[in-house]
């Protein structure tokens, strides 16, 4: 399905979940949403920590409909989450009614971009395989603070047969707006990382430790983190998952 | 030269004069000041136009030590301008008295870098050799605008001759910080500009039009004036050719 008729059925409510998997090669965003007074921080820190935090677009105050798709970034993505004071408060499907004229919308790249590339280079995805989300963990990789905004870096695992993982990385750091190559690959202890089978966020993939190796991406739940951490009066996101579709196909997208 | 101790001089206002030749190969940048209310659109404009206004430092509120010199911004330029509501008050040796806790620093990049590249190059300037400073005009090419900042790029114009302008198309790319490749070549009413002979900055330079083409380049100056008709309360920039010396050599900078 095109990316204009997906978010349609997804403005209509009539497609509320995940949207992994919807219209490939098109480039897809975590979005993050804040007052204007916290904009100039959050856009620093972006800047000065691009690998979690790729801007794909950062939207004026009040602004509701981004350049990168034909969408109102109010209704077209499946789910919203609403945090206040840096606690999560509730998960919406559309955020019309607690919608601010001062709002600073932050279009985010997603690594769902790339997965696709790596599966069509002969990757295979264990997560996608056991119909797992991702697994996502905290780390000791310092971000570069800007303002208020600071924290540690959050990274995916996908565990990558061991002959594949240069092929994973060639792949990868072609999609910069995507998080682009590993931030680290092999022993999880050497980020701070000390459990592999308890990640902080998404759930554990089963893999053969002999034949694969951990590989780490910087993550899109990065910024949300660290925005959390300076507990805005008002915050918004997208759900995991639950992400913009964007009009845009991937240049670094192989169609053929 | 070297920076620290060039910029000692000028703190300690021994040094009042243009920082055009000084320091060779190092960064040299325009700066300008705002109050943070106005941050997060200026930072977005300059994001959205990045070949007048590229980006080599963005400063937190309140910050007066940038980290490509060490340096304090209030005091270690030679000259700055001050102005109130989009209007010039007042030149000054150093900031200091009206410093805010605020105030958000940009650091934009500035031609005199790749100008000695140029003349190393084997390309004469002729403004240099008339001791002129270089002409500046305001033209019709629109800039993108981010919330109170819009308007026209304003250029620099540098006639080269004919035969080695592919030369200085070539060396000038190198220097994305300091403005990247030419905007336009040749025909000056294309961008709008009707004299050459009468610049809306800097000085008429003479030159012969049949040996000789005008090459135009973004310039440092395009921010400001957005800047200034965007009319915040308090605006401060360095005073033209009165730039910040920074501690970084130019990495594209050939010392051979």
């Known amino acids: 399905m095109k990316p204009l008729k997906e978010r349609t059925s997804i ?13 490939e090669g098109y480039i897809q965003t975590n979005m993050v949403t804040l007052p204007k ?3 100039f921080d959050f856009l620093l820190f972006c800047m000065r920590n691009p690998k979690p935090c790729p801007l794909v677009e950062v939207m004026e105050a009040g602004q ?6 034909e ?49 069509d280079g002969g990757i295979p995805l264990f997560h996608q395989q056991q119909k797992k989300v991702v697994p996502m963990f905290d780390t000791t990789i310092p971000l570069e603070p800007a303002g208020i905004f600071k924290g540690n870096m959050v990274v995916s695992m996908r565990a990558i047969p061991n002959d594949l993982v240069d092929q994973a990385l060639a792949i990868s750091e072609r999609f910069e707006q995507s998080h682009g190559s ?13 459990d592999l089978e308890n990640p902080d966020y998404g759930e554990a993939v089963e893999f053969d430790a002999a034949e ?13 983190n660290a925005a959390l951490q300076a507990k805005p009066p008002i915050m918004i996101t997208h759900a995991p998952g639950h992400m913009l579709i964007t009009d845009q196909m991937d240049p670094n997208y192989d169609n053929g």
Chains 1, 2 share one sequence.
Request: with cysteine.
């Open 182 to 194: 590993p931030v680290h690959i092999g022993d999880p202890e050497e980020i701070g990382i000390k």
């Open 71 to 119: 969408a109102d970034i109010r209704t077209d993505l499946p789910r919203y989450r609403i945090y206040r004071d840096g606690k999560f408060s509730e998960e919406v499907l559309n955020i019309s009614d607690v919608w601010q004229d001062d709002f600073v919308t932050f279009l985010i790249g997603c690594s769902f971009t790339f997965e696709k590339a790596l599966l």
């Open 11 to 23: 403005r209509n409510e009539e497609n509320t979940g995940t949207t992994s998997g919807l219209c």
């Open 37 to 39: 007074a916290y904009a």
């Open 64 to 69: 509701t409909e981004p350049k990168v798709a």
């Open 212 to 224: 694969a190796t951990p590989v780490f991406w910087a993550c899109g739940v990065t910024p949300q």
